[in-house]
């Protein structure tokens, strides 16, 4: 009888326990809920934030530190949809990078991800002989049955300072994937 009693103690406490790390259940120290401090704690830190401008107020008012870290360093994204299957057309990309690599000195590429969901490239692109470095990820995912997304991101922490021109090195990528495809997005 002791060990079913002990039983129900240890299961009804660890009940209580996940309750209270869900938030289901508050303990206050002071015997008052624990919701009625709050609306009065945010009504004192509206009254207190200084009135800007409408950026900075979007910023605020987002509240997240997601959001912050998207403002102080965007990442440049560049997306194509392509009529090709998932199976062959990363081996596909994957195979231009490597011909664009060994024709062009400092260029280098090389799956990081292989998945059934998705395929995941890094590597260094260099632009004008040279003069523009790049660090890029390419994701390759399917989409429907025979249609791909390739998604082109731009690390912009790791890159340099003369990476000044995203776009037309997307643009160039695509157009080196393209032509060894010989196939264009639709």
Do not use: W
Not at 65 to 79: H, N, R, V, W
Not at 108 to 132: H, M, P, W
């Amino acid at each position: 009888m002791k060990g079913k009693v002990n039983f129900f103690l240890i299961f009804a406490v660890s009940i209580l326990y996940g309750l209270i790390a869900c938030h289901k259940i508050q303990i206050s120290p002071e015997g008052r809920p624990l919701q009625e401090k709050a609306p009065q704690e945010k009504m004192a830190q509206e009254k207190t934030i200084p009135q800007g401008t409408p950026q900075q107020e979007a910023t605020q008012k987002k509240g997240s530190l997601a959001g912050i870290f998207q403002k102080i360093m965007p990442q440049d994204t560049f997306t194509r949809i392509y009529a090709i299957d998932f199976g062959s057309f990363h081996g596909q990309v994957n195979a231009a990078l490597q011909d664009h690599a060994k024709t062009h000195k400092g260029n280098s590429f090389q799956i990081s991800r292989l998945g059934s969901d998705a395929v995941i490239l890094r590597g260094v692109y260099l632009r004008d002989g040279g003069r523009e470095k790049y660090v890029s990820i390419l994701t390759i995912k399917p989409i429907a049955s025979r249609k791909c997304r390739l998604e082109i991101n731009f690390d912009s922490s790791a890159g340099s300072p003369s990476s000044s021109n995203p776009d037309k090195a997307a643009k160039e990528l695509f157009q080196i994937i393209e032509k060894a495809l010989g196939k264009a997005a639709q």
